[in-house]
């Protein structure tokens, strides 16, 4: 076997450092391209949580609240809130605990939820949910309360105009015995001094003070 000439050691270290310079251009593409990868789903994340955002800022957001009513203590209305940024379309509702038999009031609100409808961003629809005859009377069939309950669960389902997130569905618990004490608008002195005329005009700003207030909910 011959010695190895000049030019085989210097061909044998070309091909050496060939091999070497070859593997090292891998190994950066193979760190280029993981690089370019790990940047590609970051950007990508980046959007989903930007679309999201967006969703989430512009999306319609319903709830419903069963408050005092208008109509004055110790009576009930129902009360649905569109406080989101964009309309809520096709928007229906339900109730838990709808009773057997219902009664005027009870068959107005289950209409009422029943009924597809848009809300418009800011706006609100208030029913009358519950009355109640007060202590010691009645109604005229001898009962004391007419509607629907002082709990269950009221279920706002409604979409949305953006095909991202199209349907909506939440729960939202009637707890008017749970809820602590409810203030009530102040109505003012009673007026016992007045008579005639001014009585009957002071009483009407009472009314006025008492709805004022209650709109404010």
């Known amino acids: 076997m011959r010695e190895p000439t000049f030019t085989d050691q210097v061909s044998a270290w070309s091909e050496l450092t060939g091999t070497v310079f070859s593997f090292l251009v891998l190994l950066i593409a193979l760190a280029t391209w993981r690089t370019a990868r790990q940047a590609l789903?970051?950007?990508?994340?980046?959007?989903?949580?930007?679309?999201?955002?967006?969703?989430?800022?512009?999306?319609?957001y319903v709830y419903a609240e069963v408050v005092p009513s208008l109509a004055g203590s110790p009576n009930w209305d129902v009360r649905v809130v569109n406080v989101g940024k964009s309309a809520a379309l096709d928007l229906r509702l339900d109730y838990s605990d709808w009773p057997e038999r219902p009664d005027d009031i009870a068959q107005s609100v289950r209409t009422f939820f029943t009924t597809a409808r848009t809300l418009a961003p800011g706006s609100s629809i208030r029913a009358m949910w519950r009355l109640e005859s007060g202590p010691d009377s009645q109604f005229d069939d001898g009962t004391v309360a007419?509607?629907?309950?002082?709990?269950?669960?009221?279920?706002?389902a409604y979409r949305s105009s953006d095909l991202e997130a199209p349907h909506y569905s939440d729960d939202f618990h009637v707890m008017v015995e749970d809820s602590g004490l409810w203030p009530i608008p102040e109505a003012g002195p009673s007026g016992h001094r007045l008579s005639g005329d001014k009585l009957a005009f002071y009483r009407l700003g009472q009314s006025i003070a008492r709805a004022i207030g209650e709109q404010r909910r």
């Open 41 to 60: 789903r970051a950007s990508r994340d980046a959007n989903i949580q930007t679309k999201r955002d967006s969703i989430e800022q512009t999306r319609p």
């Open 146 to 156: 007419a509607g629907l309950g002082k709990n269950g669960r009221i279920t706002v």
